[in-house]
Every structure is written in structure tokens, then in C-alpha cells.
């Protein structure tokens, strides 16, 4: 009776023991991580706000973690090559994706999503923010947005916009423009910034609503002009350019955010760590006076699940007003 009493005892404290190894697995795991490169995917062509954001995000990681970062650029398809590829990689936080919250609150509205935007991947830092800049080919005869308005119903189905991808603010804006003001702007998607950029420039669309980062470059060097920034300020790099809401149009004046996002069954702690190196990095001095030059503001710091809860509410904002302008989700494509 002793002997199998011991027998009992014994298995009882391995499974506890083991038990008890499981449980610090993670914590044990986050420690050692990584021990090899980390990938950070961008739905967005070499050039635009995302791969920009992303590699001074990236730079600053690989000295925190002494450990290669590498930013791949899968552009295409608003963002959803870069994301197939995101989920069919293991939840090892080797993987990164670098995406603006359009991600969740937009492209689910204009186009059939084969995953669950709100599941199957979770915001863990919000890295930048900024408003878009409405900017036009320096060819055409208007100063404003009035002015703006006022040529296109002169010449109607005449003016045609670019967007970075189908699907995002920079298309959406758009379309609430037309029904604010009463006009017909054309909408033309393209695959990022750069090229849309480059068609803009040369004159083979006439306007545009692109991210500050991108088009100031361009403003400055006068190869384009602004007509309007969005949100509820002027950027402080175009500090002549007024806001949407100066110009009579406050419906249009919004801002997006460039976010950090994991697969939410990567462990807990291990969250934990790439968060807190991700927003050490955003917030150094060197990287703030960069995102400044780019008329970026840095993130705010909101938790994944304040970040969570604000995509929920946009998502379901964005979505009345789609629905309300006649959009539905369509097949990629269609």
C-alpha cells in the first residue's frame, strides 16, 4: 500500500511539474526571441508611407533585438497579397505586418475578404497618424477646393483621381467629395503611392488624396500642388495648405493610422515584447523629427484593445457611409 501510495504521489508531482513547465514555456520563449530575422510585411509599393514607416520601424527593432528586420513590399489587391502571405505563416511573431487601419475599418466594406478582419489578425501598436493631402497635377486651373468643385461641374465626367488601392481613404475620400459637393470625379485605383504619384505628375490623372509622407516630397520639389489637408488641423509641413473644414467641407476631414499587427494566437507575452520595442522605437527623438519632416504625427500609445475597439467603431462608420453612397463588398476584381 506504501509503495503504490509513492507510485501516486510521485506521478501527481510530475504532473505538476509538468504542468508547470507549460505554463512557463511562453515567458521562456518571449525571452529567447528572436533567434533568428523577423519579416515585416506592406501591402504598399518601396517608396509609399508604409514601406517609409516601416523601415524606420524596422531599423530601430533590429537594434533592440540585435537580429535582421526585413521589410518585404507585396503591394496589390488594397493590401490583401501582403495579408495571404501574413496568414499562412506561423504564429511565431516572425511575421509582422505594417498596415494602415483601412485594413479593418474600409476594405472589408468595398471587397470580399476570405478572412475575418476582426479574428484572424489584432493591432498591437498604432504608429503613426496623419491626415491624406488632397493634391492636383500643377496643369490644372484651380487653387482650392472651391475653385476645385466649381471646374469639375464646368466639366463634367472630366476629372478623374487617383487612390494608393481600391478600397482605402485614399478612394473613399473621393467618393464622399463627390456627394458633399455635387460632382463627378472619376476614380482610378492604383497599386501605391509612387506610381499613382508619377501619373499624377504627369498629368495622366488630374487629382489625387495621398498620404503626407508621399506627396510632400513632390509638393516642395513642384512637380504637384495641394489643395487641402485633411483632419482637424493644418499639417504643420504644409502650414499654407488649408483644411478641408476651412474650405467648407468638414465632412471630409479624417485621419488614418499606420498600425503594427500580429496574429492574435501569437503568445501573449511575446505580444507583449514586440509592442513594447515597437513603440520605444516610434517614440526616440530621431524617428519623431522624421515622421514631422514626412507630416506624420507619431502614434498615440492606445492598447490593442482601445485600438480594437476604435477599428470596431470606424468599421461600422465607414460602413454606413459606403452603404449610404451605394457601395458594396464586391470579388476582388470585380
Known sequence: MKTLFLTSRRAALGVLAGAALLAAAPAAFAQAWPSKPVRILIGAP????????????AEGLQKEWGQPVIVEAKP????????QDFLTQPADGYTL????????????????????????????????????????????PVKNVPELVAYAKANP??????????????????????????????????????????????????????????????????????????GPKRNPALPD????????????????WMGLWLKPDVP?????????????VMTQPAVQARLADLGNDVGSGASPEELSKMLR?????????????????QELGG
Do not use: C
Open 46 to 57: 518601396p517608396g509609399g508611407t508604409a514601406d517609409i514607416v516601416a523601415r524606420l520601424l
Open 76 to 83: 496589390g489587391a488594397a493590401g490583401l497579397i501582403a495579408m
Open 97 to 140: 505586418l505594417v498596415s494602415v487601419n483601412a485594413l479593418v475599418t474600409e476594405i472589408p466594406h468595398v471587397i470580399k475578404l476570405r478572412f475575418d478582419p476582426f479574428k484572424d489578425v489584432k493591432p498591437v501598436a498604432e504608429l503613426s497618424r496623419s491626415g491624406l493631402v488632397f493634391v492636383a497635377n500643377g496643369a490644372l
Open 157 to 230: 465626367g472630366k476629372l478623374s483621381y487617383a487612390s494608393y488601392s481600391a478600397g482605402t481613404f485614399s478612394h473613399t475620400m473621393g467618393l464622399e467629395l463627390n456627394k458633399a459637393a455635387g460632382i463627378d470625379l472619376n476614380h482610378v485605383p492604383y497599386k501605391g503611392s509612387p506610381p499613382a504619384l508619377q501619373d499624377l505628375a504627369g498629368g495622366h490623372v488630374q487629382l489625387m488624396f495621398d498620404g503626407p509622407a508621399t506627396s510632400i516630397p513632390m509638393i516642395k520639389g513642384g512637380k504637384i500642388k495641394a489643395l487641402a489637408v485633411s
Open 241 to 256: 495648405v488649408p483644411t478641408f473644414a476651412e474650405q467648407g467641407f468638414a465632412v471630409l476631414d479624417q485621419t488614418a
Open 268 to 280: 501573449a507575452d511575446l505580444q507583449a515584447k514586440i509592442r513594447q520595442a515597437a513603440l520605444k
Open 313 to 329: 467603431e470606424a468599421s461600422d462608420k465607414q460602413g454606413a457611409t459606403l452603404r449610404a453612397l451605394g457601395i458594396k463588398p
